[in-house]
């Protein structure tokens, strides 16, 4: 669980990624530190942890991203955490659509969807009465592909 | 079950009233949840979408907003009255079936497990170690009450425990917690010194005698001996990571003295105090100063203990240690 280090970087470039890809009124990271583990993969957290040199630093707060391949993915704990006032790329489910999509299912868009037209191409935050429940994918085809880990999949909600 | 409770006749110069002790270890646990105040803001969007009240002053944790929710969908919630947010729930059955367990509104932890967190008293600003944290309730009652500002360093020495504590803190939304993977009798010295220490040590779970066979948890109900040489290193270790001033709190999920007040005694020196613990809504019997003809510390009798029949919880002994501050 701990082979590649855990480091500090300089975050400005994911937070304001993330402010941008969202459209979000303020900055969710202010006052946050952002750490990389390997080539993809970003943290934040507010933890003090300069005084703990010499420790094996496992995690630190909530892995939000993975970068470095066309579409920057978002995890679903980062979306329900800084997604939820997002004006862009963003997709409204209905109940019978958030059953399904937390179920891990795909949602059909139909073809005259109105909802198509506002959605850019790749990771979305799918929202369910104004909160963000989880990440999706998105490629512009018929459906918006969920991204609940399986682990977090709800095959018979209690909604 | 009764073979069970038989396991714990060696305490029975210990408990008040045997017959109540007894009978309360055969019922079922209630369902505790507590509700997570980080995540009031989308509680309350998700009660205005439903028509459900959606502000409560004087209610900082939101658990009025997250009762009236399930109450409204037929669950019976009781205010647990000590514990800010906290309610005992009835008819949820699978609470990890709904979208507010998904969303990190409430967490499910037992009545008892509460307690050892309130008593360690955790501050604003603070640097705390949960030394045995998975899967993670207390570490993460601790990080909600110092979320604006101070630090948890959660750990286990278990990995498939280590990804339970993640996957929690995760859904939760925490953000000041670190999480390390060590030997807790390993901890490196240099990390330390902490504020405040939470040693929640891994031990016979007797008191998990109610959760009953099949909870997915070894067979509770028998004292193992052998636990109590690893408590002793564990507490050996955390006292050293101790700042002096700080607070230490000891705690079991079993009645063993063997593995609660013989581990103090064993390992705490002239520099501990063990201070007694003021807890309002819960009763607690007093620690034991002596076992198996042997004289303990006079101060175990501070050391809490809280039977099953006390408060109609599961068992739990919690001691909080003060570490005299340097002349």
């Given at each position: 669980m701990n082979r590649v280090?855990f480091?500090?970087?300089?975050?400005?470039?994911?937070?304001?990624?993330?402010?941008?890809?969202?459209?979000?009124?303020?900055?969710?990271?202010?006052?946050?530190?952002?750490y990389?583990r390997?080539?993809?993969k970003i943290w934040v957290g507010?933890a003090?942890v300069?005084?703990?040199?010499?420790?094996r630093m496992d995690v630190v707060g909530i892995h939000i991203?993975r970068?470095?391949?066309?579409?920057?993915?978002?995890t679903s704990a980062a979306?329900v955490a800084?997604?939820?006032?997002?004006?862009?790329?963003?997709?409204?489910?209905?109940?019978?659509?958030?059953?399904?999509?937390?179920?891990?299912?795909?949602?059909?868009?139909?073809?005259?969807?109105?909802?198509?037209?506002?959605?850019?191409?790749?990771?979305?935050?799918?929202?369910?009465?104004?909160?963000?429940?989880?990440?999706?994918?998105?490629?512009?085809?018929?459906?918006?592909?969920?991204?609940?880990p399986k682990n977090r999949?709800?095959?018979?909600?209690?909604? | 079950?009764?073979?069970?409770?038989?396991?714990?006749?060696?305490?029975?110069?210990?408990?008040?009233?045997?017959?109540?002790?007894?009978?309360?270890?055969?019922?079922?646990?209630?369902?505790?949840?507590?509700?997570?105040?980080?995540?009031?803001?989308?509680?309350?969007?998700?009660?205005?979408?439903?028509?459900?009240?959606?502000?409560?002053?004087?209610?900082?944790?939101?658990?009025?907003?997250?009762?009236?929710?399930?109450?409204?969908?037929?669950?019976?919630?009781?205010?647990?009255?000590?514990?800010?947010?906290?309610?005992?729930?009835?008819?949820?059955?699978?609470?990890?079936?709904?979208?507010?367990?998904l969303?990190g509104?409430?967490h499910?932890?037992?009545?008892?497990?509460?307690?050892?967190?309130?008593?360690?008293?955790?501050?604003?600003?603070?640097?705390?170690?949960d030394?045995c944290a998975a899967p993670g309730g207390k570490t993460a009652?601790i990080a909600?009450?110092?979320?604006?500002?101070?630090t948890v360093v959660a750990n286990d020495v278990r990995i498939d425990r280590l990804r339970a504590l993640r996957s929690n803190c995760e859904r939760l939304g925490l953000l000041n917690v670190a999480m390390t993977g060590h030997?807790?009798?390993?901890?490196?010295?240099?990390?330390?010194?902490?504020?405040?220490?939470?040693?929640?040590?891994?031990?016979?779970?007797?008191?998990?005698?109610?959760?009953?066979?099949?909870?997915?948890?070894?067979?509770?109900?028998?004292?193992?001996?052998?636990?109590?040489?690893?408590?002793?290193?564990?507490?050996?270790?955390?006292?050293?990571?101790?700042?002096?001033?700080?607070?230490?709190?000891?705690?079991?999920?079993?009645?063993?003295?063997?593995?609660?007040?013989?581990?103090?005694?064993?390992?705490?020196?002239?520099?501990?105090?063990?201070?007694?613990?003021?807890?309002?809504?819960?009763?607690?019997?007093?620690?034991?100063?002596?076992?198996?003809?042997?004289?303990?510390?006079?101060?175990?009798?501070?050391?809490?203990?809280?039977?099953?029949?006390?408060?109609?919880?599961?068992?739990?002994?919690?001691?909080?240690?003060?570490?005299?501050?340097?002349?």
């Amino acid at each position: 669980m701990n082979r590649v280090p855990f480091l500090e970087i300089d975050g400005s470039l994911y937070a304001e990624w993330w402010r941008d890809r969202f459209d979000l009124e303020r900055d969710p990271f202010a006052g946050m530190r952002f750490y990389q583990r390997g080539r993809a993969k970003i943290w934040v957290g507010t933890a003090e942890v300069a005084g703990l040199t010499g420790t094996r630093m496992d995690v630190v707060g909530i892995h939000i991203l993975r970068i470095g391949r066309r579409f920057w993915k978002p995890t679903s704990a980062a979306i329900v955490a800084f997604a939820g006032g997002a004006r862009a790329s963003v997709v409204e489910l209905d109940r019978d659509e958030v059953v399904r999509f937390l179920a891990g299912q795909d949602v059909c868009l139909a073809e005259d969807d109105p909802r198509r037209a506002n959605l850019p191409r790749g990771f979305l935050a799918a929202r369910y009465h104004g909160v963000a429940v989880g990440c999706a994918e998105w490629h512009g085809r018929e459906a918006v592909r969920s991204l609940i880990p399986k682990n977090r999949r709800i095959m018979e909600i209690d909604l | 079950m009764a073979l069970e409770t038989d396991n714990l006749r060696r305490y029975v110069d210990l408990i008040d009233d045997w017959d109540a002790f007894a009978s309360a270890c055969e019922r079922p646990l209630p369902m505790v949840i507590w509700t997570n105040p980080l995540r009031r803001g989308v509680l309350e969007r998700l009660n205005v979408a439903d028509g459900l009240p959606c502000s409560a002053p004087g209610d900082p944790t939101g658990g009025g907003l997250l009762a009236a929710r399930l109450r409204a969908r037929g669950y019976e919630c009781e205010d647990l009255g000590w514990y800010p947010g906290a309610y005992k729930l009835e008819g949820l059955s699978k609470p990890g079936r709904t979208l507010e367990h998904l969303l990190g509104i409430f967490h499910v932890q037992e009545e008892v497990s509460l307690i050892p967190s309130v008593v360690l008293a955790p501050r604003s600003g603070e640097l705390i170690l949960d030394m045995c944290a998975a899967p993670g309730g207390k570490t993460a009652q601790i990080a909600v009450a110092i979320a604006s500002g101070g630090t948890v360093v959660a750990n286990d020495v278990r990995i498939d425990r280590l990804r339970a504590l993640r996957s929690n803190c995760e859904r939760l939304g925490l953000l000041n917690v670190a999480m390390t993977g060590h030997d807790g009798t390993k901890f490196p010295l240099d990390a330390g010194p902490f504020d405040a220490i939470l040693l929640d040590a891994p031990c016979s779970c007797e008191g998990n005698v109610r959760r009953g066979p099949g909870s997915g948890h070894r067979r509770p109900g028998a004292f193992l001996t052998g636990r109590s040489g690893l408590q002793a290193t564990l507490l050996g270790r955390a006292w050293k990571m101790l700042a002096p001033g700080g607070r230490l709190v000891y705690a079991t999920c079993t009645f063993a003295p063997e593995e609660n007040e013989m581990v103090l005694d064993y390992s705490l020196g002239d520099d501990a105090r063990i201070e007694p613990i003021r807890f309002d809504g819960l009763t607690a019997a007093p620690g034991v100063t002596e076992w198996l003809g042997q004289a303990l510390r006079p101060d175990c009798a501070h050391v809490a203990r809280f039977w099953p029949h006390l408060n109609d919880t599961g068992g739990f002994v919690v001691a909080l240690v003060r570490k005299e501050a340097a002349p």
